[in-house]
């Protein structure tokens, strides 16, 4: 089983910073990808930062420069450090895994409970 669990969120004012965590706990499985989801009321969810197992990194367009996702590989465990925040980044983070079972090439994807990040103007 793959367990995340999530941790970091709060309110904030616009231009303040924060860093979420997300802990995962596996048993049997082996993780790809980790990244970080949001999802804003009435909108989609949406990939926020992506890390390889081997340290590659992606962003949306609208956090290059503010955001930075980082892993810690020994532990499992996978951070966003978001900085300059907007009202506009409000929404629910979740944390996504992209996992196999041993040494099977079937893809699992897991995800954390969900974190809310609040920026007031």
């Known amino acids: 089983q793959v367990q995340l669990v999530e941790s970091g969120g709060g309110l904030v004012q616009a231009g303040g910073s924060l860093r979420l965590s997300c802990a995962a706990s596996?048993?049997?499985?082996?993780?790809?990808?980790m990244g970080w989801y949001r999802q804003a009321p009435g909108r989609q969810r949406e990939l926020v930062a992506a890390?390889?197992?081997?340290?590659?990194?992606s962003y949306v367009d609208s956090v290059k420069g503010r955001f930075t996702i980082s892993r810690d590989n020994a532990k499992n465990t996978v951070y966003l450090q978001m900085n300059s925040l907007k009202p506009d980044d409000t929404a629910v983070y979740y944390c996504?895994?992209?996992?196999?079972?041993?040494?099977?090439?079937?893809?699992?994807?897991?995800w954390g409970q969900g974190t809310q990040v609040t920026v007031s103007s």
């Open positions: 890390i390889t197992s081997g340290g590659k990194l």
């Open positions: 996504n895994a992209d996992c196999r079972l041993g040494s099977s090439t079937t893809r699992y994807n897991f």
């Open positions: 596996v048993k049997g499985f082996s993780i790809n990808t």
